[in-house]
């Protein structure tokens, strides 16, 4: 079992910049893969970045590539997303999630969620 709690959105102006934090529990973080997903007012919720349990295979939406960043740090057992240059269109709920395999861009194959943090860009 993992649980995972996410920290860090907030209110942003476009152009700015956020760090979010996803600190999971048990003593087998290193072995999962994390994956940040999104989801906006009245949208579907998608894929924003995946990184493998050992941080050597990291991928990234379209959207997002070239602003945002994903990293782990195995031995706090937390993964990070550094946004940068966010726009409007960035605005929506956040999810870290945690999954035994390596289907990184497949929500359906991720076994546990965190509550999400909510992240809003101000035009």
């Known amino acids: 079992q993992v649980q995972l709690v996410e920290s860090g959105g907030g209110l942003v102006q476009a152009g700015g910049s956020l760090r979010l934090s996803c600190a999971a529990s048990?003593?087998?973080?290193?072995?999962?893969?994390m994956g940040w997903f999104r989801q906006a007012a009245g949208k579907e919720r998608e894929f924003v970045a995946a990184?493998?349990?050992?941080?050597?295979?990291?991928y990234y939406a379209d959207s997002v590539k070239g602003r945002f960043t994903i990293s782990r740090d195995n031995a706090k057992n937390t993964v990070y997303l550094q946004m940068n240059s966010l726009k409007p269109e960035d605005t929506a709920v956040y999810y870290c999630?945690?999954?035994?395999?390596?289907?990184?861009?497949?929500?359906?194959?991720?076994?546990?969620w965190g509550q999400g943090t909510q992240v809003t860009v101000s035009s």
């Open positions: 048990g003593r087998t973080f290193s072995s999962y893969t």
């Open positions: 990184i493998s349990g050992s941080g050597g295979r990291i």
């Open positions: 999630a945690a999954e035994a395999g390596i289907y990184y861009f497949d929500l359906k194959k991720y076994d546990y």
